[in-house]
């Protein structure tokens, strides 16, 4: 029997545990949130499509209540706020890092074996956290962010291309944010022939700059923060844990001298399955990406130091 848990029963946190009970993910779904009532009616009415939608998985809500996690194999977090008028990054990390450190420390008392994946933002920060109060093993706490990030730049690529998203890859590293992100051009490929063999460098770097500001685009259009995606993203690496698929998706993971980097959690891409992430696959980056990915490192370790300034670690 695999079980997972998803804290926050928002619009990201419910999409997560819909797209994994439509898809069969686990046996068990737990959707936890502390709004009363909120996480039971939210998966009350996603049981009520069973029968609709043919699938034999079941999901239950909790509010509050972390014993109704136990023996959970996978936790999703989603839950933190997000950044409101004159609240400066300083005050929302505070906010968010609290949350989530508790949140984690209580999936654990019923779940030690859990591997975590971290959705709630500042994300590569969030995930860094996690890792350190946690003292879990690193390949046990995972951030989502390039499993979106990748998504995004393959249907921007399909876009700009008239192609099948589905036929292309294309993978995004570096920081889950607007200008920390890389999409890794050079390797992204439409059945094998390099895309930048048939998109014009234009064309190209239109996609790029799309990609970079996908969320904030969203954002714009529907006035919070996307979920979709978001949820799909973090159902679809739980997935690949639950399942063993090992897929290669690139994650924020704990780095120590891979791509240059020590004493950080970003993205790059890796091989997850049952123990969660097992391996960083080595792109060998050309010394214009190495600088990108490093300048990305430098700027997520100025947010993880707001950590250290407010005692968070």
């Known amino acids: 029997m695999s079980k997972v848990t998803v804290v926050g029963a928002g619009n990201v946190g419910a999409t997560c545990a819909n797209v994994m009970l439509f898809n069969e993910v686990a046996d068990e779904i737990v959707l936890l949130d502390i709004k009363e009532g909120l996480s039971e009616g939210k998966a009350l009415d996603m049981m009520q499509t069973a029968t609709l939608l043919g699938f034999d998985s079941t999901i239950k809500g909790a509010t509050n209540d972390y014993a109704a996690t136990a023996n959970s194999d996978v936790v999703v977090i989603t839950s933190g706020i997000p950044r409101k008028p004159g609240m400066t990054r300083e005050e929302l990390i505070g906010v968010n890092a609290g949350i989530v450190k508790g949140v984690a420390e209580n999936v654990l008392k019923y779940s030690p074996n859990a591997i975590i994946i971290i959705v709630s933002n500042p994300m590569d920060t ?59 051009t050079r390797f992204a490929n439409y059945k094998g022939v390099p895309v930048e063999s048939i998109l014009p460098a234009d064309k190209m770097e239109k996609v790029v700059a799309d990609t970079m500001v996908g969320g904030a685009t969203l954002t714009g259009l529907l006035g919070t923060s996307a979920w979709y995606a978001p ?37 790059v891409p890796v091989v997850i399955g049952k123990n969660g992430w097992e391996k ?34």
């Not at 690193?138 to 979106?148: H, P, T």
């Not at 679809?236 to 994650?251: A, D, M, R």
């Not at 696959?281 to 950590?307: C, G, M, P, W």
């Open 126 to 184: 969030m995930t860094y956290l996690t890792l350190k109060v946690t003292g879990l093993p690193k390949n046990r706490v995972i951030g989502m962010g390039g499993a979106l990030d990748s998504s995004r730049f393959k249907c921007y690529l399909s876009q700009a291309l008239g192609a099948n998203p589905n036929e292309l890859e294309g993978l995004v590293i570096g920081g889950h944010g607007d200008t920390t992100m890389i999409p890794l």
């Open 231 to 267: 949820g799909a993203a973090a159902a679809y690496l739980t997935e690949s844990i639950i399942k063993n698929q090992k897929k290669v998706i690139p994650c924020c993971v704990a780095l120590e001298g891979e791509y240059g980097q020590n004493d950080i959690c970003i993205g």
């Open 280 to 313: 960083i696959i080595d792109y060998k980056l050309n010394e214009k990406e190495q600088e990108l990915f490093a300048k990305s490192a430098d700027a997520v370790r100025k947010t993880n130091d707001v950590l250290k300034e407010i005692n968070a670690l």
